[in-house]
């Protein structure tokens, strides 16, 4: 088995190599850059000498899997880089990204343990993407970049970046400072009980506006922000103005609770345990009305980690909603050590749910099962009548949706809890 050194420097003058040549000849080159993910977290749970028998092993397996690489080194902790002469049809190179993906996710052992790895892939193509080695290097990086949060796990660069993707990149560092110049904002979106219609609970949603007015959605740059490090000042910031607000809200007498939603890397950060506990400390909402969310495949990456921090943060008071459930894979049986209080249904069940009815029967044994287990269901994406209906009348507990409220800015949120306490059958 090859020794997985790190040989960035051998690997940029291959690549030069190689891309000279490919010019003199008028040849095509494919640059494929190939992470193993959360490989941090196999050296927490493997011990150093567990992480290195992975990316012994996945080398291996990308020699055996490449056989026609020109080269193929490891050019980062958690990174190989490899160069295959142009495979003739683009369409090839799809096709060899998931076989490589598939080779490379098959389970064995390091030590006792059984480990399958996630990986993604990164594909550049010179001349296409750029002329030289370190073009193509940073079009690979950006092509792997783009892998982030998409099941498919593999990306091929296209020949132009859109203007929001470069945009974007640049935003990266603006990130740092955008909660010190208040562009970012919680918006809050109304949970409410299914039986009586009363609004129990909100969830707070980060948006961040730029100088220009412009709104950024999560979904864009919260991954940007895990890439550039500033995840976790943004998810402290969430939990703290979450807090803050909710107080506001509740003052002088109501008992909303707020969720605020933690992205992948800041579960597996022991430092989420005391930024919660510290949010709590100063600002005075109950422990019990407030929720953090955490999706169902961050936790099936690593359940032992990640429960053990839940359950830490469970022990203050907290409460742990387990959010887009139903898209993870993991199995039930999850149900019956799962630290947590509250299932999320996934938006994509329940508004399946309005014209099919094997939806609303999965939608169904979810809740039973749940409640068996002595958890709170909430259904999101609720858009219609119809479904709002047929969730009731399935027992479902808790419902969100713009059927029922969309995402408001603070004081929109509090005038919309006004209205609605003064309402016939409402709370006031
Ligand atoms: P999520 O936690 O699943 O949040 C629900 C998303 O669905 C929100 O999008 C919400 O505005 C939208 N939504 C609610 N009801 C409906 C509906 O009836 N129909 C449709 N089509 N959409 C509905 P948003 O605000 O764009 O947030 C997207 C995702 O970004 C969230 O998904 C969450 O994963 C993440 N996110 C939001 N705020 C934060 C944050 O403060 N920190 C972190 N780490 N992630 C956040
Ligand atoms: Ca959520
Ligand atoms: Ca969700």
């Known amino acids: 088995m090859k020794e997985a050194v790190i040989n960035w420097n051998g690997f940029l003058n291959d690549l030069e190599h190689q891309v000279l040549s490919a010019q003199i000849s008028n040849q095509v080159l494919a640059l494929i850059a190939v992470q193993i993910r959360h490989l941090p977290i196999y050296n927490f749970r493997l011990g150093f000498q567990g992480g290195e028998a992975i990316i ?3 080398l291996a397996r990308l020699g055996k899997s490449m056989k026609r690489a020109l080269c193929i080194e490891r050019i980062a902790p ?3 880089a490899v160069v295959v002469p142009q495979i003739g049809v683009p369409e090839l190179l799809a096709i060899s990204a998931r076989k490589l993906l598939a080779d490379l996710a098959e389970p064995f052992m390091v030590g006792r343990e059984i480990v399958s790895v996630t990986a993604a892939i990164g594909i550049s193509q010179y001349p296409d993407h750029g002329a030289t080695a370190e073009a193509l290097m940073s079009e690979v990086e950006w092509s792997l970049h783009s892998t982030i949060g998409d099941a498919t796990a593999f990306h091929i660069t296209t020949k132009t970046h859109s203007d929001q993707q470069l945009m974007l990149m640049q935003m990266g560092a603006d990130l740092h ?11 809050y979106q109304p949970k409410l009980d299914l039986k009586t219609l009363a609004p129990v609970a909100s969830e707070a949603l980060m948006r961040w506006t730029l100088p220009d007015g412009t709104r950024i959605t999560p979904d864009q740059f919260i991954p940007v922000a895990e890439a550039s490090g500033s995840i976790h000042k943004l998810t402290q910031w969430a939990i703290n103005t979450a807090l803050r607000e909710g107080v506001e809200v509740n003052f002088p007498d109501r008992d909303y609770s707020v969720a605020v939603n933690v992205s992948a890397s800041s579960i597996y950060d022991p430092g989420l345990v ?4 510290s949010a709590l400390a100063i600002w005075d909402l109950p422990p019990q009305l407030f929720t953090l969310e955490v999706t169902e495949s961050m936790l099936i990456k690593n359940p032992e980690l990640c429960f053990r921090h839940l359950s830490r943060i469970r022990d203050m ?3 742990i909603a387990i959010d ?3 898209t993870g894979f993991s199995s039930l049986s999850y ?5 947590a209080d509250e299932i999320k249904i996934d938006q994509s069940f329940i508004k399946a749910m309005a014209d099919n009815d094997d939806d609303e029967k999965i939608v169904g044994s979810i809740i039973d099962l749940a409640h068996k287990f002595g958890l709170q269901v909430v259904a999101e994406g609720i858009q219609s009548a119809p479904v709002l209906h047929k969730l009731q009348a399935l027992g479902c507990d808790i419902g969100q949706g713009y059927y029922l409220a969309k995402p408001m800015v ?11 306490e003064k309402a016939p059958g409402g709370r006031g």
Do not use: N
């Open 56 to 58: 012994a092993e996945m």
């Open 78 to 80: 958690d990174r190989f």
């Open 177 to 187: 400072t955008a909660i010190a110049d208040e562009s970012l904002s919680l918006y």
């Open 274 to 277: 005391t930024i919660v506990e």
């Open 317 to 319: 008071g907290v409460k």
């Open 324 to 326: 887009d459930f139903g």
């Open 335 to 339: 149900f019956k050590t799962i630290p």
């Open 410 to 420: 603070l004081e929109d949120y509090q005038r919309w809890l006004k209205g609605v």
